[in-house]
């Protein structure tokens, strides 16, 4: 029984604490608003919409993978790409200002709703604090106790006896 304690708190325990993290940052990250199109170098509109999850890398709970169109403003052509997270169903047929990092990076919107990135990194940080202290309670209720080092006392000197 001890031993199945102990896998359950060096894998399964360390497991959930990240996927419950995942899902308090991307709550808030997915926050998203239309941003300037006007100003915007790409241009996405969301075509359809697939549902995954429940359990998934992003945390626990359900989110989108939609297929977008993205117009480059400059030249006007037309490409497709996949977007997870930010965009949902309700979204299909508007369009919101984007950008990529480099080619082949998934699209990120230009503008996210105000605070809520840092109200995510905030409460993902307060999280992560806090799981590291439930881990240590965990571990110590686990684990058996280490010998403790008696330290050892110096030796008085005595005289030889005559």
Known sequence: MNAVRRVLVALIVPLLGYLLGATI???????????????????????????????????????????????????????????TG?????DIGEQYAVHTV????????????????FLGWLCTFAFAI???????????HVWPDAPRRKRRMPIR????QP
Request: proline fraction near 7%; hydrophobic fraction near 35%; charged fraction near 25%.
């Open 157 to 160: 000197y005595e005289p030889p």
């Open 102 to 117: 480099r080619h082949g990076r998934p699209l990120q919107p230009d503008v996210r709703s105000q605070g809520q990135a």
């Open 25 to 83: 940052f991307n709550h808030f990250w997915n926050q998203v608003e239309p941003g300037d199109l006007a100003k915007a170098d790409l241009v996405a509109t969301a075509k359809s919409c697939e549902r995954r999850g429940p359990v998934a890398l992003r945390g626990f709970g359900f989110y989108y993978e939609c297929r977008a169109e993205v117009r480059v403003r400059t030249s006007g052509e037309t490409y497709t790409s996949t977007v």
């Open 86 to 90: 930010w965009l949902t169903p309700e």
């Open 130 to 140: 806090a799981f590291l202290f439930l881990n240590v309670w965990i571990a110590r």
